[in-house]
């Protein structure tokens, strides 16, 4: 990109003397006003700039489904060749018809042009038999036609190269792609400039590229983008468009990097494009790119795993598996880790495949595992290395010691799969209504202030009186039982404790102690415990209790026996798992008993616990919480230290009232393997705790931790830099599971669990400054009691991909992306991937609005930066599938492969202005139907959509 005048005429001076467009293939020209016209297409003249003697009109509103062009083609010969349509779209916005070779037809795109006296061109790649030719376009009933066409150029497609560098300079260049030479350290002649925005719609490169062999293909394009921020072009292939690409801020305009694509290519001729489309961002410089046989990704690879501190991907190293490999571990911080799964608790092989030469610090789990030497040679290589490993979600780290080696993958024997989507659990989760029971089901209900609306599921089973019960039988082992559950609240909205009957194969085992003083709130927003206020709602809450070892094929029985007091019992579900053993203090590790705190006595250990931190920081030394409950007073700061419990079911940090948490002031913190319960019963955001709040720098992970009872779970503030959360389980917040605030970077919630949140459950609030880099990774959300599943509001170069999200309550779709409560606008490209969404959306009363399973929200700034959404499942949305408002601009959306199955009102719902492009979107079992789009909202429909 250049904003330069005078750069600008230079470049154009050099361009006429090097010549843009290499020759190729001849074209022929067909003049539209010679063409057969129909259904109202007519030969105009009122428009300059056309070839020929004229142009056609008549692709108006009042011919749509009959005005149509049709050329004679003759080709010489069998192949392929490209249908480039000359047409003018003074709109301001894409445009579609439908292109028909002989009897085979598709929707094609036209982007807006400058006016409706400039005329652009837009092109796709067919197969042509030897011979005549029917190629005619038409204002289908299915089409917004409204463009005026020009001409068309029949090119036989240009005999590839085999590469595998192919130069910019000398590919294909269109829409106003120019050769430039005022930035340094291209390769070849020149690089491709004129991605600006006035050339945006427009811009294109197109690379002539012979493929050998079928197969994957590695296309490694190399840029720079001096943005500051992420931008995308389309990637086309053989004039088909495959997907938006994300080309991340290079350090300035002479520095230049890469990104690479995978695409599948048959043996033979293809044209590889970079395309400026409407939906893009552009404003980049484009210097080669690179086609390789893709080799397979393995196991393990190392590219996917959570990088930060300097380690980064890259490519330029030939014989990586997948994508690429991490690089960077010279730099001081820089490490990988690499979360996986086991079947048991032990000691495991890890295998690295690396290139290069040195040691990297290795550590399982947040506990120090030692090095591992990565010893001289040629080419790829592997090192093995034994770690202590648990049963279930573990991560393995490896951070550099000065040696700047290449890791390529990390493969731990006998490791298991992670969930396809959403979080790997050590539990299995049983719903009540699908068990044995002599109580009441509970009929399905999504309506507000109703107990099923708040259920997993939407329903839930009542027991209400004495003898009744509801039974599951285990599918695995289990010594360890959580209950969702509620009972009524007292009259004076302080709460009532009431014990349930747990049987066993017949046989009680014990009573479990359940208590409605963390349910049940009133009134209005943020909520009282004063009865007096009505609309009462939030009546879950949990319990958890070991229980002994039960093998598969337990029958384990909730009954209301007659000491069971409460009126009734509402039962959820039931998680049932195999807790561990309490682990070992690690080696030198200061116990907090020593420095004064003691378990289960219910005094105040907020001063042992401190002094225990404060020598663990000064010493280099972890700090152990021991097996026991041990209370605190008031939030404990935390910098530069690991802190370690015997994990969750058995070291449990109890907060008092509305105090207590852990408060990040620095970096390198490690939090591990142990409970944070509170004790806050309302919201009252200045007067109470989150478990972990503040600034935790760079370098810190925070992983297995259970979380109940506080007024947040995680708020990840400004500063904080390279924090990796993972395996946490979150549950009855009075506010956000999980929010990402402000100045913070490359943070990543992974592999986590959150559970009736009286706010987002997954949040990152740009407040003030952006948010960027940071991603929410294969978590699970479910039954928010406010809010959405997962929100990003502002922020750069966000993810949320490969999450689970269920049951809205109130006020919040599954996933939103948007400018609501004034953010930072939205900027580079936010990735939403691979996600699944199961009776979300809901209603928000204080509008009176329903609010979609998907919510694109241009609140306080419109939406100009892009939002790519592919691989998205909507199941049973409660309202739209797919919302987006409000009446401001959302513009570079963009959607791929998504299926809305089932949704309370309409599969999409539009109501603002602006263009996104769709494709591979199926809308089915609709109540009002497939599309609203009231508003006029553009759809840019590319192949493979239905039902809308």
Do not use: C
Not at 246 to 266: I, Q
Request: aromatic share 8%; net charge negative.
């Amino acid at each position: 990109m250049r904003s330069s005048p005078v750069l600008a005429v230079a470049v154009l001076a050099f361009t006429a003397l090097l010549g843009t467009v290499p020759a190729h293939a001849a074209t022929t020209r067909l003049e539209a006003e010679s063409a057969v016209l129909s259904g109202g297409a007519a030969v105009e003249t009122d428009h300059p700039g056309y070839s020929g003697s004229g142009f056609v009109g008549g692709f108006t509103d009042g011919h749509r489904g009959t005005a149509r062009t049709t050329f004679a083609v003759s080709a010489a010969s069998a192949g392929s060749y490209t249908l480039a349509l000359g047409y003018a779209n003074g709109t301001g916005s894409s445009r579609t018809l439908t292109l028909t070779v002989d009897s085979t037809a598709q929707q094609i795109s036209l982007p807006a042009t400058a006016s409706w006296d400039s005329w652009g061109s837009a092109s796709v790649a067919v197969s042509l038999g030897a011979g005549a030719h029917s190629v005619s376009y038409t204002f289908g009933s299915g089409d917004s036609g409204n463009v005026n066409l020009d001409r068309l150029d029949v090119t036989p497609s240009a005999t590839g190269q085999a590469g595998p560098l192919f130069e910019a300079e000398n590919a294909t260049l269109s829409g106003g792609a120019v050769v430039a030479t005022d930035h340094p350290g291209y390769s070849g002649t020149g690089f491709v400039g004129g991605y600006t925005d006035a050339n945006k719609g427009a811009a294109r490169t197109s690379f002539a590229v012979k493929v050998t062999t079928a197969g994957a293909q590695s296309l490694a394009l190399r840029y720079a983008n001096g943005t500051g921020v992420a931008m995308t072009l389309s990637l086309y292939v053989d004039n088909v468009r495959q997907r938006q690409v994300s080309l991340p801020a290079s350090a300035n305009w002479d520095t230049w990097t890469s990104a690479t694509e995978s695409v599948t290519l048959t043996a033979g001729d293809h044209t590889v494009a970079y395309a400026f489309d409407s939906t893009d961002s552009g404003n980049v410089n484009l210097d080669s790119l690179t086609v390789t046989a893709s080799v397979p990704a393995g196991p393990g690879e190392a590219e996917a795993a959570f990088l930060s501190g300097g380690a980064t991907v890259g490519a330029a190293t030939a014989g990586y598996t997948g994508p690429g490999y991490v690089t960077g571990f010279a730099t001081p911080g820089a490490r990988l880790v690499r979360t996986f799964a086991m079947a048991s608790a032990g000691t495991a092989t890890a295998t690295i495949r690396f290139s290069g030469a040195g040691t990297l610090a290795v550590a399982a789990n947040g506990r120090d595992a030692g090095s591992v030497s990565l010893p001289s040679g040629s080419g790829w290589r592997t090192a093995t290395v034994s770690v202590p490993v648990r049963a279930g979600v573990n991560t393995l780290q490896l951070a550099g010691t000065g040696s700047d080696v290449l890791v390529d993958s990390v493969v731990v024997a006998n490791e298991t799969a992670l969930a396809a989507r959403g979080a790997t659990t050590p539990y299995t989760e049983y719903e009540a209504e699908a068990g044995t029971t002599t109580g009441t089901v509970l009929a399905a209900d999504r309506t507000f202030h109703t107990v099923q609306a708040e259920s997993s599921g939407r329903r839930a089973v009542r027991l209400g009186a004495t003898g009744q019960s509801v039974s599951i039988t285990l599918t695995k082992p289990a010594n360890a039982v959580t209950l969702r559950f509620s009972i009524p609240d007292s009259a004076d909205g302080a709460g009532q404790t009431a014990p349930l009957a747990l049987y066993a194969n017949g046989t009680k085992i014990r009573d479990l102690s359940l208590t409605s003083n963390y349910s049940w709130v009133y009134g209005a927003y943020p909520y009282t415990n004063v009865p007096s206020q009505g609309s009462p709602h939030r009546f879950y809450d949990e319990t958890r209790a070991l229980i002994g070892d039960w093998p598969a094929g337990t029958v384990l029985k909730l009954q209301k026996d007659a000491s069971s007091t409460a009126a009734y019992y509402d039962v959820d579900l039931l998680d049932a798992e195999q807790a561990p053993p309490a682990a070992t203090a690690p080696a030198g590790a200061l116990s907090i008993t020593s420095y004064g705190a003691v378990p289960d006595n219910g005094s105040d250990a907020t001063s042992a616990i401190n002094a225990a931190i404060a020598a663990g920081a000064s010493q280099n030394k972890p700090v152990w919480i021991p097996a026991g409950r041990f209370r605190i007073t008031s939030k404990i700061n935390v910098a530069n230290v690991k802190v370690y419990g015997a994990g969750p079911w058995s070291s449990v940090i109890q907060g008092t009232g509305p105090r207590g948490g852990f408060f990040g002031t620095g970096s390198n913190v490690t939090l591990a393997d142990f409970a944070i319960f509170g004790d806050v019963r309302i919201r009252d955001d200045n007067g109470s705790d989150g478990a972990l709040d503040g600034n935790f720098g760079s370098g810190s992970l925070i992983q297995n931790l259970w979380i109940e009872h506080t007024k947040v779970g995680l708020w990840a503030d400004s500063g904080t830099n390279g924090l990796y959360v993972v395996g946490l389980r979150i549950r009855d917040t009075f506010a956000d599971g999980v929010n990402i605030h402000a100045n913070v970077a490359n943070v990543r919630v992974d592999q986590s669990m959150v559970r009736n949140t009286g706010d987002d459950g997954l949040a990152m609030f740009s407040e003030g400054s952006a948010v960027t880099g940071s991603a929410y990774t294969f978590n699970t959300v479910q039954s928010p009691a406010l809010a959405n599943g997962i929100g990003i509001f502002g922020g750069s170069g966000n993810r949320v991909e490969d999450n689970v999200v269920s049951d809205n309550v109130e006020a919040g779709s599954g996933i939103t992306v948007g400018t609501r409560f004034n953010p930072v606008p939205l900027s580079g490209t936010t990735s939403v991937r691979r996600n699944t969404l199961v009776r979300t959306g809901s209603f928000e009363h204080n509008w009176n609005s329903a609010i979609g399973g998907l919510w694109i929200y241009a609140d306080s700034a419109p939406i100009a930066a892009p939002i790519v959404v592919e691989d998205l499942t909507l199941t049973d949305s409660t309202y739209q599938g797919v919302l987006l408002s409000f009446q401001k601009s959302i513009t570079q959306l963009s959607f791929d492969r998504v299926t809305i199955a089932g949704a309370g009102t309409y599969g999409l719902e539009t109501n603002a202005t602006g263009s996104a492009s769709i494709a591979h979107t199926t809308v089915t079992g609709t109540t009002s139907g497939g599309l609203l789009n009231d508003g006029g909202y553009t759809l840019v429909r590319g192949a493979g959509n239905s039902g809308f």
